[in-house]
């Protein structure tokens, strides 16, 4: 006669660290950026012992892990993971989860965190993480049991790649990893592991409405923000603006939207990366539809381009809660952006309108013979405006492109021709934290690591991200660095020049020769002062087959004319 065996004996189970490493493989991970710490052992044990596939890249410190989540993320469609250890772990990865979560970019950040044991007894490294870290992503857990494990890596996955994208935070203690989970709980949807992994359409009767407006109107806009490319929308929206022959502006994180040599690309549009030329397209529109765009204050210019009231305004965003933030909106559309493009070229019927792109020709033409100008000068120290033309000329279409604020980001912005669709250019426009672009590259090459990726920097960010060179050098990644370089907080030096009478204060440092820094490290690395050098320079270090970075004397900031609409006044 068959025995029944007791059911706790036949129960299979695993650790909570365990799970943890099962639940990220099982979402389709690949990659894992952080660094390690004590409370994180029994996490690190699970991942040097089992058969997952995954690989993990350790990086020298926390920020830069979130900021590499993020920059895979960006480029690869997936969800970006980074860890890191409890108390300075956690306060050190959450610059980088903010950024994501600000910029719908879906990073999920793992910390360890002390036993649940230990609690409230002044232990080391201590910290609430759970309310540090709720108003700064989309969905956050303290785990005080193991069994929940499972169910937390799908609720979290779940809310990163659904609705509008976000960030995502859970913290392990110590005993939590090492309690007991069953095995047959570790499962997952993979498809929750990229993103937008549940697209939802608008409602027709708007999509009607919408269809109507656009019918109407004489000098339609669309205005794209990082919704078209995160939606990958950029078919729908390029086939809907050649039918009504509208102009198709960008902000700066919807680059790629279109391509910008398009007949009806306008470029970016806003005070950073915006120039008057791309504002007249703005100003001229009778109706401005904003894709995936929350219409904020860079974008339009503190709400002034276009003029409330000016203009009749369609606005469609994945996030209900955008819509009638900053204008007043006469159709909204709830949705995700390619199956709300799409559906509003059906709407539209067999409606066409001839094309007509004179007027953003003639701006593009205008916008760009002022940059030549500059773009061609042999002055020393050498403008900004020449390094943009010349990487720009070196670099293939499919290159990606990080820029870090300062002089990068409008300079990048405005002049920097992204040629085709998708990531092929991003910034980190949420908080605009100093020192993210080197970071965010490396997630970005190992995304997508046949093409070229190059990290645009001003001396600022170099000083907030060097020790990064240490986890390219290690990788042996041929990311190519760019310093510009100019011994000052420029951008704020600027607001100083154009507000402030010119009384600077606390904005200059000293020279730093960063070739011979990234050296120490083991970089390859040039220092350019003069402008004919740059070209040749910059050839050999995109070519090199490792880690490169070029060091270029450049014109401060407050001293060149910057695509920033505050200081052309
Ligand atoms: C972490 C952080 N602190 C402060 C700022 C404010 N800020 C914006 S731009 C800027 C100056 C940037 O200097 P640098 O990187 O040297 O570039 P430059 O403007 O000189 O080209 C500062 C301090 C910031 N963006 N991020």
């Given amino acids: 006669m068959p025995v029944n065996k007791p059911v706790a004996a036949r129960v299979q189970t695993v650790t909570g660290a365990e799970a943890a490493v099962g639940m990220l493989a099982a979402h389709g991970v690949e990659i894992i950026f952080g660094l390690c710490g004590d409370t994180s052992l029994p996490f690190y044990d699970a991942l040097a012992r089992l058969e997952h596939g995954m690989r993990h890249v350790l990086t020298r410190d926390e920020r830069h892990a979130a900021y590499m989540a993020d920059g895979y993320a960006r480029v690869s469609g997936k969800v970006g993971v980074c860890e890191g250890p409890s108390g300075g772990g956690a306060t050190y990865i959450l610059p980088g989860l903010v950024e994501a979560n600000e910029s719908s970019i879906p990073v999920l950040a793992i910390n360890s965190d002390i036993s649940l044991a230990a609690r409230g007894r002044f232990t080391l490294t201590e910290l609430d993480q759970r309310a540090l870290m709720r108003p700064l992503t989309k969905w956050n857990a303290v785990l005080d049991r193991s069994a929940d494990v499972p169910r937390a890596f799908r609720a979290a996955f779940e809310a990163m790649t659904t609705g509008r994208p976000g960030a995502a935070h859970i913290a392990l203690p110590f005993d939590v990893q090492n309690g007991p989970v069953e095995k047959s709980e570790i499962w997952a949807d993979p498809t929750l592991g990229e993103y937008p992994s549940r697209r939802v359409a608008p409602d027709p009767f708007h999509v009607e409405l919408a269809a109507k407006l656009l019918r109407g109107a004489r000098r339609p806009v669309f205005i794209c923000g990082g919704g078209v490319v995160l939606a990958r929308a950029e078919h729908e929206l390029i086939e809907l603006a050649e039918r009504l022959s509208a102009a198709v502006a960008t902000t700066i994180s919807g680059k790629g939207s279109i391509p910008e040599d398009h007949a009806l690309a306008v470029g970016v549009v806003g005070s950073n990366g915006g120039t008057p030329e791309t504002r007249a397209i703005v100003d001229a529109a ?24 000016s203009v009749k305004v369609i606005h469609l965003d994945v996030d209900p809660a955008v819509l009638g933030v900053s204008y007043r909106v006469d159709v909204p559309l709830v949705g995700d952006a390619k199956l709300a493009l799409a559906a509003l070229g059906e709407a539209l019927g067999p409606f066409t309108r ?38 720009s000329k070196q670099l293939d279409a499919d290159a990606v492109v990080v820029a870090d604020p300062g002089t990068p980001c409008p300079y990048f912005s405005a002049y920097y021709p992204v040629r085709g669709t998708g990531r092929r250019y991003f910034s980190n426009r949420a908080h605009g934290a100093l020192g993210y672009a080197m970071a965010a590259a490396v997630g970005a090459h190992l995304a997508r690591p046949a093409v070229k990726t190059v990290a645009v920097m001003g001396d600022g960010s170099f000083g907030m991200c060097a020790g990064e060179l240490e986890t390219l050098v290690r990788l042996r990644l041929p990311v190519t660095l760019v310093v510009i370089s100019n011994s000052v907080y420029g951008w704020i030096k600027a607001g100083q020049k154009s507000g402030y009478h010119e009384r600077y ?23 350019v002062t003069e402008p004919d050098r740059l070209a040749g320079v910059l050839q050999q270090a995109l070519a090199h087959d490792g880690p490169t970075l070029v060091d270029i004397v450049c014109q401060p900031l407050h001293e060149a004319r910057a695509p920033v609409s505050e200081w052309v006044a």
Avoid: M, N, Y
Wanted: glycine share 4%.
């Fill in 505 to 527: 204060f606390a904005v200059d440092f000293s020279a730093t020769d960063h070739a011979r820094v990234a050296e120490a490290f083991g970089v390859k690395a040039w220092r």
């Fill in 354 to 391: 001839p094309l007509e792109a004179t007027a953003v020709a003639q701006a593009r033409a205008a916008k760009l013979a002022k940059f030549r100008v500059l773009a061609e000068s042999a002055a020393v120290p050498i403008k900004p405006e020449r390094v943009v033309a010349e990487l």
């Fill in 286 to 309: 009778d109706l401005v539809v904003f894709v995936g765009c929350r219409a904020g204050s860079v974008t339009t210019e503190r709400w002034r381009h276009p003029a409330p009231g």
